[in-house]
């Protein structure tokens, strides 16, 4: 009758010392010599050499596939970029804020002078005295140095300043005026036997209309003057020169919707003759309801 027996006990020599190795029994109960090349067997229960896994497992599919440790850990390698400092987007980890994240404020600094900078260099937004957003505009000419308004009756013109309007301008040459109508008239209701030199306006203005009538037989000459005292007609320099038909009226053909512009002054005189250095004077009612409208 056969019987399960236990292993018998190996026994150690009392003269016996194991140096660097431990005895183990083989198979047939002879002792053996734990080395480098007849290792002590080891086994690893509940699969845990499977899980660990190989050196030469390929990284796991998804965050959530079941693989290896290894496998799991070579696709946590694979998300980080090659090597430190900045990459591009594709190279960067990806970075999403939470969805109860509230607004994140943009930083600012206040200069009391700007700073000048130069290509590739990254800067601050700038913010004025009051904390506002500082805002340069620009044509593609250079930056427009600043916003004139229409609340002065005109403002300085420049090439680089942008208006912000709610009512017409226009440019007389080297200013920006409100656009105006005609305020004053200057009046002659007959005239005198002379030149009939008269100052409508001592100073800048805008002549806008002129009435007349010619009662002679001639042609009567109106002389206007960018002057701000009554011309010396035959020395003065004229700036326009208005033929009146005889028997005829001045008016349609005198009239400036957006007005004549004089830098200086307005006046004007009548003579008998077109040149500049005439003085023939007129006769006396010559010229009747002469009116210049002006502002």
Do not use: H
């Amino acid at each position: 009758m056969e019987s399960d027996m236990p292993n018998p006990k190996i026994v150690y020599p009392a003269t016996y010392t194991p140096a660097n190795a431990v005895a183990f029994a083989n198979t047939d109960n002879s002792a053996a010599t734990v080395s480098a090349s007849t290792p002590l067997p080891v086994a690893l229960g509940d699969g845990a050499l499977a899980a660990m896994g190989s050196t030469t497992d390929t990284a796991a599919a998804s965050d959530s596939a079941t693989a290896s440790l290894i496998a799991l850990f070579k696709r946590l390698l694979g998300k980080f970029p090659a090597g430190l400092g900045q990459k591009t987007a594709a190279a960067s980890l990806p970075v999403v804020l939470a969805s109860d994240q509230g607004a994140i404020t943009t930083a600012g600094v206040y200069n009391t002078a700007q700073p000048t900078l130069t290509g590739g260099q990254v800067g601050s937004l700038q913010l004025d005295s009051s904390g506002a957003l500082a805002v340069r505009l620009q044509w593609s000419g250079g930056y427009i140095a600043g916003v004139s308004g229409n609340i002065t009756d005109s403002a300085t013109n420049s090439v680089n300043t942008i208006m912000t309007l709610t009512r017409g301008f226009l440019f007389n040459g080297s200013t920006w005026d409100r656009q105006k109508k005609p305020v004053a008239v200057s009046r002659i209701a007959s005239s005198a036997a002379s030149t009939n030199a008269t100052v409508a306006k001592g100073g800048a203005g805008d002549l806008f209309a002129i009435q007349a009538y010619n009662t002679t037989a001639s042609v009567i000459y109106l002389k206007l003057y960018n002057k701000a005292a009554a011309p010396t007609v035959g020395t003065d320099t004229p700036i326009k020169t208005i033929a009146i038909a005889p028997s005829a009226s001045l008016a349609a053909s005198a009239t400036w919707a957006n007005g004549l512009y004089f830098s200086t002054g307005i006046a004007y005189a009548l003579t008998a003759a077109a040149a500049d250095s005439d003085t023939t004077a007129i006769a006396a009612g010559a010229i009747v309801g002469l009116n210049l409208d002006y502002q």
